[in-house]
């Protein structure tokens, strides 16, 4: 090719991929306003090139193709979606491999490009699987293999891979369920062959006994009488369906709105504690007395001890184990209970034989010798018995209910005028004899009580108010002169013994500030343990005595005090 050719090739593709012309000013208004119109949904969308409306709200640099690779195709969203010829393409859902594929019928003639060894068409001598024959098929004509089915290759997305019914033919269920309706109508058809010979025996069985004797009733014996809060049975299909949560239970968290009742883990679901701790219930009565309750009560316990029984058993030497062997730990269990009961008694005995002291085992219980118990009893607030037995009333010290002197009733039943008295009688002496009814009779007004005694003080003329006023005046006018008097003794008797003790204090503190020279004088290694130490608090005398005393440095005339 010549040179000129290739300019003119050139030139002709700078032609193809020339860039669009500018628009003017007049062009760019009509299609702004075109574009308003579309997305106010005015004017009809624009149309692709496969007859698809274009959404007028996608921008421009989506919808349309760029001048360098076709300026002459309209906008398109084509490329926007997938390329066909980009997309991998799966097996269908019917595809799948066969099973059961009848052998074809066997060629008699070896055929040109089959398996020299065995003749099968499907694969060549290097593949065969049959062992290597002396004459192969190809030399010998006999002993042909079939031809194998080769499978298809399927090519499965990622849903088709996990497909739990990938494969699944519906045919086989109806052959189930056809094998299942004849299994019934031969079990009917047995049933009534029975039914004709009991009719022609004459041995005619009652219905009921037939109906339990039957199969059908054996089968669905538990399924019919069903009736369970929280199941729902169908007898047609024979199957129960079970609910997630009965209706009838009730919420942990809504058995008690207490607040400062049991917590509620809303992580968990778990409420430990009982939520009608509070409330007096006992936990055996109520529906859910915490997770606790449920944890250890019942056989959780003795499961436990159980557990702790096969450890150190097997840390003895015993091969025993609670899950895998449970029959032969229970047994081993229970004979260790049985001879570890039989050494505490023997060890019991012994000792008993060697130390005495069998009558202080046999002695009365500690409740009927000192008429004391050691129950624990918790009540509620209402007075309720929460734990424990409710204990009996605390008699009195004092002898109660003890009729004396033929009463029949006690002293203080009865009561008249501010006294106390028996009511058998009405008499109101304590010690008195039972008069009886008689006594009731005769009243017992002007009688009086024998720990009374009689008055006999007569009773004194009445004062008027002014005699009361001047003999009130009288008594305050002697009780000032007797306090005045008081007064003035006391201060001259409280002054002359201050100085009584002050005197002794000043002696007293002469004294123990030359023993106290004395003992600073002599070696400190010499000195009595605590000489200097005194543990009664001083009196008021002795500390004044030490403040006059008391030497001080600071002050001018310390040199002539002891002058």
Known sequence: MSKEDEKQLGQEGIVDLEEPKKMTREDWRKKKELEEQRKLGNAPAEVDEEGKDINPHIPQYIASVPWYIDPSKRPTLKHQRPQSEKQREFSAIGDWYKRGVQDKSVATKFRKGACENCGAMTHQKKDCLERPRKVGAKFSGTGIAPDEHQQIQLSMDYDGKRDRWNGYDPDE?????????????????????????????????????????????DEDKYADDIDMPGQNFDSKRRITV????????????????????????????????????????????????????????????????????????????????????PTKLELLHQSFKVKKEDFKEKQKESILEKYGGQEHLDAPPRELLLAQTEDYVEYSRHGAVIKGQEKAVARSKYEEDVLINNHTCIWGSYWKDGNWGYKCCHLLVKQSYCTGEAGKKTGNSTCVPFEEGLDDAEEEAPKTLLEMHQEKMKEKKKSKKHKKKDADSSDEEDESKKKEKLKRALTAEDQRLKQVAEMMQIDERKRPYNSLKEVREPTEEEMEAFRMKRSRPDDPMASFLNQ
């Not at 883990?265 to 997770?291: F, W």
């Open 242 to 325: 079970r609910n997630l949560r009965i209706r009838e239970d009730i919420a942990k968290y809504l058995r008690n709105l207490d607040p400062n009742s049991a917590y509620y883990d809303p992580k968990t679901r778990a409420m430990r504690e009982n939520p009608y701790s509070n409330t007096g219930k006992i936990p055996e009565e109520v529906g859910y007395a915490g997770d606790n309750f449920a944890r250890y009560t019942g056989d959780t316990i003795s499961m436990a001890q159980t557990q702790l029984f096969a450890w150190e058993a097997y840390e003895r030497g015993s091969d025993v184990h609670l899950q895998a062997d």
């Open 173 to 217: 269920h109806m052959r189930i369920v056809e094998e299942y309706s004849k299994v019934d109508l031969a079990k009917r058809t047995l049933k009534a062959q029975k039914l004709q010979e009991e009719l022609a025996t004459g041995k005619l069985m009652d219905q009921t006994e037939r109906e339990h004797n039957s199969e059908d009733e």
